[in-house]
């Protein structure tokens, strides 16, 4: 369908003419292609493989949870919103545009630098199943295996062992370790942590002790700032 005062809209023979009066566009149950005009519009995907170009102005692109859309923005300051994992976006026009997710960790989209995102991050955390633990040698040094959330792009930040429990902080201190992160998708590094001496002291004198591990992620196309916390364990270590 295209708003463009042409027949050729709808289904095949037909002969509709969905005018370029309109400004609201939604998809059906098949496999659609939706295209704007110069104006604002708003193109809606629905059901099925979908794909929607906005062309001209400034447009409103929405994917439903119903179906995966290929949206393409155009010229013109675009929106687009409800992006999922499976939907992929062309907001490449060197105007800065917001992209809105329903999903976390989005492939990386074709776009402009200074596209920003909402609810795309996934970001940093640890590459465990359950509660990640973490053996430190007798200078303090301990490994946590972390990955990057989001996919076919790289995850840049920070990652800190912090003692939220006031009865644990009074022991170790409030940061117990630091470390500077940097990791593609589809690696799984070990990060290695020290700790320092009072934190190494008290582990020591617990055997075990639980923390919080704070990371601090940044993702590209589109840029989107996160955290993640979760708690790991800290074991002292072996005699």
Do not use: M, Q, W
């Given at each position: 369908m295209t708003l463009d005062d042409q027949t050729g809209d709808g289904v095949e023979g037909e002969n509709d003419n969905v005018g370029a009066d309109v400004e609201v566009l939604t998809g059906g149950q098949g496999d659609d292609t939706?295209?704007?005009n110069d104006g604002p519009n708003q193109l809606v995907t629905e059901f099925g493989s979908d794909s929607a170009d906005g062309r001209g102005g400034d447009d409103l692109l929405h994917v439903s949870e119903a179906g995966?859309?290929?949206l393409t923005g155009g010229t013109g300051r675009d929106s687009f919103e409800g992006i999922g994992l499976f939907d992929r976006v062309d907001a490449k026009d060197g105007v800065a545009e917001e992209i809105v997710c329903r999903e976390?960790?989005?492939?990386?989209?074709?776009g402009?630098?200074?596209?920003?995102?909402?609810?795309?991050?996934?970001?940093?955390r640890a590459a465990a199943e359950n509660v990640a633990q973490i053996r430190v040698d007798r200078r303090g040094i301990g490994r946590l295996r972390v990955m990057c959330g989001d996919i076919g792009t790289t995850c840049t930040g920070s990652l800190k062992l912090v003692a939220e429990n006031r009865l644990t902080r009074r022991g170790t201190g409030r940061v117990l370790a630091r470390a500077r992160l940097e990791v593609d998708d589809d690696e799984k590094p070990l990060v290695r942590l020290k700790l320092t001496r009072r934190a190494l002291r008290y582990v020591r004198s617990r055997k075990r002790v639980t923390v919080?591990?704070?990371?601090?992620?940044?993702?590209?196309?589109?840029?989107?700032?996160?955290?993640?916390k979760e708690n790991v364990r800290l074991l002292a270590p072996r005699r």
């Open positions: 939706l295209i704007g995966i859309g290929r976390e960790g989005i492939a990386a989209i074709d402009d630098p200074n596209d920003s995102g909402s609810g795309c991050i996934d970001g940093l919080t591990a704070s990371f601090a992620s940044t993702r590209t196309l589109p840029v989107e700032s996160g955290t993640h």
